[in-house]
């Protein structure tokens, strides 16, 4: 079936420091979202996109969707302490009723 | 604006006992998923109602899990008997949209322990 699959895992970064979070999908998506979870928290909204090649910027998070509606990334700057969270992507299927297939969520550990 | 409400949001109890666990999306909102989250498994969506309608319960585990949605404004998702392996966060999320692929709020969830 299809799957979202994100990729790290996990991701220590210094404070600071820029780093990418991927999600890729084994079949083309209606749209995908973005959500985040802080720990002990529970998944917040962040973003959806939309159309082919859509890029989004949220201060220093920076979202893209692939030209193939297969893939997207989410790009932060400068990441600081409160950057500490797990991101989910999501993608809307465009079978099934429409059902949104969450990522395992990449888990971002930010060293001060 | 309340957001969506879930109880408890702790409960622990022993293997072979009953649970309920309660949700109230947001109001208006008339589509409402319930999700439970584990490190192993991540999140899992377990049923999906549309105007109090069960649409999709294909993620549901098994018999020992049910879930209702008698009226727009309340929802429980019951486990009995429970086992250890239920242990695990559960989350309700409701969308004002009636495809489940809009953006979903979530609510705070219950975290379950089965000992």
């Known amino acids: 079936g299809q799957q979202v699959m994100q990729i790290p895992q996990y991701q220590h970064v210094q404070e600071g420091e820029d780093f990418t979070t991927y999600c890729n999908s084994s079949?083309?998506?209606?749209?995908i979202q973005w959500y985040k979870q802080r720990p002990g928290g529970h998944p917040v909204f962040l973003i959806q996109?939309?159309?082919?090649?859509e890029v989004k910027k949220q201060k220093r998070l920076t979202f893209q969707f692939g030209e193939a509606k297969k893939n997207s990334s989410l790009h932060i700057t400068a990441t600081q302490t409160t950057d500490v969270g797990t991101y989910f992507c999501?993608?809307?299927?465009?079978?099934?009723?429409?059902?949104?297939?969450f990522g395992a969520g990449t888990q971002v550990v930010v060293t001060p | 604006d309340a957001g969506v409400i879930q109880s408890p949001r702790h409960e622990v109890t022993e293997m072979g006992q009953e649970v309920t666990l309660r949700c109230k999306p947001i109001s208006g909102h008339n589509s409402l998923f319930w999700y439970r989250q584990t490190m192993m498994r991540g999140l899992e969506l377990l049923i999906y109602?549309?105007?109090?309608?069960?649409?999709?319960d294909s993620g549901m585990p098994e018999d020992r899990f049910s879930a209702k949605m008698p009226n727009a404004s309340f929802s429980t998702l019951k486990i009995q008997p429970s086992e250890p392996r239920d242990s695990a966060v559960y989350f309700c999320a409701s969308t004002p949209e009636p495809s489940y692929g809009e953006t979903q709020y979530f609510g705070p969830g219950t975290r379950l322990l089965v000992l």
């Open positions: 999501a993608g809307r299927r465009t079978d099934s009723w429409g059902k949104l297939q």
């Open positions: 079949t083309t998506l209606s749209n």
């Open positions: 996109l939309v159309k082919s090649g």
């Open positions: 109602f549309n105007n109090n309608v069960p649409i999709d």
